[in-house]
Nanobody
Framework: EVQLQASGGGLVQAGGSLRLSCHTS????????IAWFRQAPGKEREGVSC????????HYVDSVKGRFTISNNNAKDTVYLQMNSLKPEDTAVYYC????????????????????WGQGTQVTVSS
């Protein structure tokens, strides 16, 4: 059974950092796409970053480029999202998601493409 568990959220001041973790089980990374999404109150779920394990490619939405880094630790079956220089507009519930396909760049930030989701973790950035 595929399971994802997100953790690491919290309250931080603007300019601060957080590292989110997505612990996975029930599948191998090799043929999967794993992504982080976020959803702020009253807004649609937004793709933030994705890693595709066929080539280790990483992708970011423009608003987080240069501030967020996605990485993985295969030994721990965990994908991380290091978030630096946080801004109040980064406040949202963050979710990790996985799909057993290597998604194209057109699809990596489409929530409907992902079969498996973890529970969310709240990130709040105060100004």
């Amino acid at each position: 059974e595929v399971q994802l568990q997100a953790s690491g959220g919290g309250l931080v001041q603007a300019g601060g950092s957080l590292r989110l973790s997505c612990h996975t089980s029930g599948f191998r990374f090799d043929d999967y796409s794993i992504a982080w999404f976020r959803q702020a109150p009253g807004k649609e779920r937004e793709g933030v970053s994705c890693i595709t394990f066929d080539d280790g490619g990483t992708h970011y939405v423009d608003s987080v480029k240069g501030r967020f880094t996605i990485s993985n630790n295969n030994a721990k079956d965990t994908v991380y999202l290091q978030m630096n220089s946080l801004k109040p507009e980064d406040t949202a519930v963050y979710y990790c998601a996985a799909d057993p396909l290597i998604l194209s760049e057109l699809d990596i930030f489409d929530p409907s493409e992902y079969d498996y989701w973890g529970q969310g973790t709240q990130v709040t950035v105060s100004s």
